[in-house]
Nanobody
């Protein structure tokens, strides 16, 4: 089992930055990949970006490329999502998730943290 807890959400003005954290506990040694997802009211759950836990390779949704940056601190078992130049359309509940084996899918999810970007 892996437990994930997000933090860092809040209200920010358009153009501003915000950093989210995702703290992992439990079988963290088994984590292969971690990702960020978001869901806005009335919209589909969508992939934002991800990072391979070992090598640190990152992948991003096109609309956040160059604005959002994912990193991880393996010693702290924590993943981060640095969000810059935020837009009102980035408003959503943000979730982190963990994949334990390549291709197994995201098996574990956090409870989510609200990000609201005011115009």
């Amino acid at each position: 089992q892996v437990q994930l807890v997000e933090s860092g959400g809040g209200l920010v003005q358009a153009g501003g930055p915000l950093r989210l954290s995702c703290a992992a506990s439990g079988r963290t040694f088994d984590i292969y990949h971690m990702g960020w997802f978001r869901q806005a009211p009335g919209k589909e759950h969508e992939f934002v970006g991800s990072i391979t836990w070992s090598g640190g390779s990152t992948f991003y949704k096109d609309s956040v490329l160059g604005r959002f940056f994912i990193s991880r601190d393996k010693a702290k078992n924590t993943m981060y999502l640095q969000m810059n130049s935020l837009k009102p359309e980035d408003t959503a509940v943000y979730y982190c998730a963990a994949e334990l084996s390549p291709g197994s899918g995201y098996d574990y999810w956090g409870q989510g943290t609200q990000v609201t970007v005011s115009s």
